[in-house]
């Protein structure tokens, strides 16, 4: 394989992997409504339009490797929240990421100009023409999309998204560093109590509707 061919694979693969992603999107946007509805005709327009246009089969994306597991959607709704708030995370950037990868469609003019007009039928200016809209009704799509994900993010994660940034932050702590490790463990004392206080909490309220539950039960 040479290394142009080789490239090609790549950016392909690279393709394919963002394209199971954005397809994944049908999935996590469901639990949030945009505008009245959940996913609608359009967003499926649009995936559907992008996985034709790069050729990717329903059997490279329902593959048994999903982008992102289900399970955290198994828990308690907070958990279930914080998740959410990852994955739009993520698919803003993805998509953002794409956006920048996607061609932008230039005029059918401009381009025929390029060429010697001898060169260019009525055929191939029509088959360029399609491509081009179809390109530009793509990337039009996407920036839809994603305008989508920036409201329900806005309106319903915003606490979520930040939750999530600063477990990124704890990722950051550079563990190997002396200083840090004993500014750190000067600091366990206050959080190891509000860690317990919180647990003891939770506990409590826990308890109190065991006992709710049991003297109404009672009751009945």
Not at 5 to 19: F, Q
Request: aromatic share 6%; with cysteine; glycine share 6%.
């Amino acid at each position: 394989m040479t290394q142009q061919e080789h490239r090609c694979t790549t950016s392909a693969d690279m393709m394919a992997a963002m394209v199971r992603a954005v397809v994944c999107l049908l999935l996590w946007t469901s639990v949030s409504p945009v505008s009245g509805s959940y996913v609608d005709q359009d967003m499926n327009r649009t995936i559907q339009n992008f996985l034709q246009h790069y050729n990717i089969s329903m059997s490279d994306i329902f593959n048994g490797k999903p982008v992102f597991s289900r399970e955290p959607l198994n828990g308690k709704i907070e958990t279930k929240m914080v998740f959410m708030g990852g994955v739009l995370e993520m698919y803003e950037n993805l998509i953002q990421h794409i956006l920048k990868q996607y061609p932008t469609p230039s005029p059918l003019i401009a381009r025929s100009k390029e060429k010697a007009a001898s060169s260019i039928t009525a055929e191939s200016i029509t088959s360029s023409g399609k491509r081009s809209e179809a390109t530009r009704d793509i990337r039009q799509g996407l920036e839809d999309i994603l305008d989508k994900i920036q409201k329900v993010k806005k309106h319903y994660y915003q606490e979520q998204v930040k939750l999530v940034h600063g477990l990124h932050e704890l990722r950051r702590i550079q563990m190997n560093n002396l200083k840090v490790q004993g500014k750190a463990l000067w600091e366990l004392s206050g959080l190891f109590d509000e860690a317990g206080s919180l647990a003891k909490t939770i506990s409590m309220k826990r308890r109190r509707r065991r006992q709710a539950k049991t003297k109404a039960y009672r009751r009945g």
